[in-house]
């Protein structure tokens, strides 16, 4: 079981901008698709942004398509996550996530059950 640890979470007035960054550990990050989920206050926990093993396919939740990036290297065993033009609904817990099943479809990147591996979080708190 590969660890996943997130950071660069913090507090950022609307219209600004963070970087979240996951390191993986205890396995190769080629091996495995990665994804970023956030959880906001109250509610369940959701997808944001997906990018496969070698970086040639990603996907982004509709309400931050456009200002959010994700990118990987995996020489450096890190998948980042830019995130600009932050508003107020971007609030919420982000998690990083691994998956080491074969993922074909876009729907696939998208479910939480496909991926086995889990980081602790970090918070990002969108506020004036």
């Known amino acids: 079981q590969v660890q996943l640890v997130e950071s660069g979470g913090g507090l950022v007035q609307p219209g600004g901008s963070l970087r979240l960054s996951c390191g993986l550990s205890g396995g190769t990050l080629s091996r495995y698709a990665m994804a970023w989920f956030r959880q906001p206050p109250g509610k369940e926990r959701e997808f944001v942004a997906s990018?496969?093993?070698?970086?040639?396919?990603?996907y982004y939740r509709d309400s931050v398509n456009g200002r959010f990036a994700i990118s990987r290297d995996n020489a450096k065993s890190t998948v980042d996550l830019q995130m600009n033009s932050l508003q107020f609904e971007d609030t919420a817990v982000y998690y990083c996530a691994a998956s080491e099943q074969a993922l074909y479809r876009e729907t696939s990147y998208r479910t939480q059950h496909r991926y086995a591996s889990w980081g602790q979080g970090t918070q990002v708190t969108v506020s004036s």
């Open positions: 990018i496969s093993r070698i970086g040639g396919i990603s």
